[in-house]
């Protein structure tokens, strides 16, 4: 049994310091999202959380899940916006996320 918990505490060790490393990676970037774009401003639908994993996938090169990515409303509006990613219970990044039309 203690063979297996420290087995455990290594993995959420290892876990967390990948974590860590991902958030490091991600705050110092910014995604940028091309988007179909009506009068003032205002979006074709909207941004979601899933098309900002996308983005990140595509730009940065980690596949972040998309329930990782919190998003208080779908993003409407083109502009910069700064959305938060949970990559673990104490790790989180912040994210700059650029919408502009295409």
């Known amino acids: 049994a203690e063979k297996q918990k420290a087995f455990i505490e290594k993995k ?9 490393a991902t958030a490091k990676k991600l ?10 774009v009506g009068d003032n401003g205002k979006l074709f639908g909207s941004i979601t959380s899933m098309d900002i994993a996308d983005a990140i996938q595509k730009q940065v ?4 899940d998309k329930k990782k990515i919190v998003l208080s409303k779908p993003i ?14 104490e790790v989180s990044a912040t994210v700059k996320v650029v919408i502009s039309e295409e």
């Open 76 to 89: 409407k509006e083109i502009g910069e916006h700064t959305v938060e990613v949970k990559l673990y219970p």
């Open 61 to 64: 090169g980690n596949k972040i």
């Open 27 to 36: 705050e110092s970037k910014t995604v940028t999202i091309k988007t179909r």
């Open 12 to 20: 959420n060790a290892e876990e967390k310091a990948a974590a860590e």
